[in-house]
C-alpha cells in the first residue's frame, strides 16, 4: 500500500438566518454558515484533504455549486459520496486531522461528537477535530466568518512504504 497526505481548506461567511453546520453537527449559534451546500467549513475542509490524498481533484469538482443537485447538500453527504470515490479507486482513509476556526460559541464540547459523526460519514478512520478562536483579529476574529483546516492520509494500491 502507498500512503498519501493530502491537505483542505475552506471558509465560508456567517450570516444571521442561517443554520451553523461543523463537523456534521449543528451548533447552536447567533449566526451560521452562507453557501450553496449547508455551509458546512469543516466537512468541506476534510473532504477536500481526502480528495488530495487520493489525487481526486477537489471538492468543487465532484460537488459544483453551479449544480442544482448540491444546494443545501450536507456536509455528511459529501463525506459519504468522497469515501465513495476513494474506495472505487481501492483506496482507503486511514486518518484525517482537523482545525476548525470560530470565535463563538467556544467549541470545546463538541469536538468529539464532530470527530464521530464525520468517522461515521466516511465508513470508519480516525478522525480528530481540534478547535481554536482567531483572538478577535480578522474576519473569523471579529465573528465574519467560519474557517478550518485539515489534512488526510489514505492508502492506496501501490508500491509498499
Ligand atoms: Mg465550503
Not at 449544480?67 to 456536509?75: A, M
Not at 482537523?98 to 467549541?107: A, C, D, G, K, Y
Not at 461515521?120 to 481540534?130: D, R
Request: with cysteine; proline share 4%.
Amino acid at each position: 500500500m502507498a500512503v498519501r497526505i493530502g491537505m483542505g481548506f475552506d471558509l465560508h461567511e456567517l450570516v444571521s438566518g442561517r443554520a451553523l453546520w461543523l463537523g456534521c453537527v449543528e451548533v447552536p449559534s447567533e449566526k451560521g454558515s452562507l453557501g450553496h451546500s449547508d455551509g458546512d467549513a469543516l466537512a468541506h475542509a476534510v473532504a477536500d484533504a481526502i480528495l488530495g490524498a487520493a489525487s481526486a481533484g477537489d471538492i468543487g469538482d465532484h460537488f459544483p455549486d453551479t449544480d442544482p443537485r448540491w444546494k443545501d447538500v450536507s456536509g455528511a453527504e459529501i463525506l459519504r459520496r468522497t469515501a465513495e470515490i476513494v474506495r472505487a479507486r481501492g483506496g482507503r482513509i486511514l486518518s484525517v486531522d482537523s482545525t476548525v476556526f470560530l470565535e463563538r460559541p467556544r467549541l470545546g464540547d463538541r469536538k468529539r461528537e464532530m470527530a464521530e459523526r464525520m468517522a461515521e460519514a466516511l465508513g470508519g478512520a480516525a478522525v480528530n477535530v481540534k478547535a481554536k478562536t482567531a483572538e478577535g483579529l480578522g474576519p473569523v476574529g471579529e465573528g465574519r466568518a467560519v474557517a478550518a483546516q485539515a489534512v488526510a492520509m489514505v492508502g492506496e494500491p501501490g508500491e509498499e512504504v
